[in-house]
């Protein structure tokens, strides 16, 4: 099992910046792989950000263009890059790990572990 640590989030107006970042603990670095997922109010979990074995990224449509994802296997942390915020990306937002046969995966059920959620609200 992945443990899961974030930090960052807050309040930002229409147009401004945040990152969010995550620490994992509990497994090897190669074992894994994290992406970042949000829930909106009144709206399903959505996977927004992946890296994949390669180290290649995928990003829903939503987000692409706008947000970076990147993670620093050294240290076994995680980050999200959120650029051009706008008032519908007001979410909760999580980081989650998913076994390695799985990384890049955009299904909820590719990710068992998840961060504890933090809250990010943009205000037009």
């Known amino acids: 099992q992945v443990q899961l640590v974030q930090s960052g989030g807050g309040s930002v107006q229409a147009g401004g910046s945040l990152k969010l970042s995550c620490a994992a603990s509990?497994?090897?670095?190669?074992?894994?792989?994290i992406a970042w997922l949000r829930q909106s109010p009144g709206n399903e979990r959505e996977v927004i950000a992946t890296?994949?074995?390669?180290?290649?990224?995928g990003y829903a449509d939503s987000v692409k263009g706008r947000f970076t994802i990147s993670r620093d296997k050294a240290a076994n942390t995680l980050a999200l890059q959120m650029n051009s915020l706008q008032p519908e990306d007001t979410a909760i937002y999580y980081c989650?790990?998913?076994?390695?046969?799985?990384?890049?995966?955009?299904?909820?059920?590719?990710?068992?572990?998840w961060g504890q959620g933090t809250q990010v609200t943009v205000s037009s």
């Open positions: 989650a790990a998913s076994p390695r046969f799985k990384c890049g995966g955009f299904s909820l059920s590719d990710y068992p572990d």
């Open positions: 509990g497994a090897t670095a190669s074992s894994f792989c």
């Open positions: 890296v994949n074995r390669a180290g290649g990224t």
